[in-house]
């Protein structure tokens, strides 16, 4: 069974940091597996922020590029998500999700398995 527990997020002023985690469990014993971070503010669509594969491989949306970093710590089993330069539309709930195989979108309906989320909100 997998479980997804995310913590660090937050109030911030514009260009401040916060980083997310996401403890992870049950899916380490598979092979292939992608990891990834999304987010939903209030009155929109879910959209995917970014991606870790298990070969490595990351990948980022558009908006978040150049200011988001994922990564993951194998000991710890944990999910990051380093933000930097916050703005204040990056403000949302933020879900760690899973999924098995590579990663082959960010679309949401590709991951079966959620968090509960962590609100991160970005003042101006």
């Known amino acids: 069974q997998v479980q997804l527990v995310e913590s660090g997020g937050g109030s911030v002023q514009s260009g401040g940091s916060l980083r997310l985690s996401c403890a992870a469990s049950g899916y380490a014993s598979y092979s292939r597996y992608c990891l990834g971070w999304f987010r939903q503010a209030p009155g929109k669509e879910r959209e995917g922020v970014a991606s870790?594969?298990?070969?490595?491989?990351?990948s980022y949306a558009d908006s978040v590029k150049d200011r988001f970093t994922i990564s993951q710590d194998n000991a710890k089993n944990t999910l990051y998500l380093q933000m930097n330069s916050l703005k204040p539309e990056d403000t949302a709930m933020y879900y760690c999700?899973?999924?098995?195989?590579?990663?082959?979108?960010?679309?949401?309906?590709?991951?079966?398995?959620w968090g509960q989320g962590t609100q991160v909100t970005v003042s101006s």
């Open positions: 999700a899973a999924t098995w195989g590579p990663c082959l979108s960010l679309l949401p309906t590709v991951f079966g398995y």
């Open positions: 870790f594969d298990s070969d490595g491989t990351r």
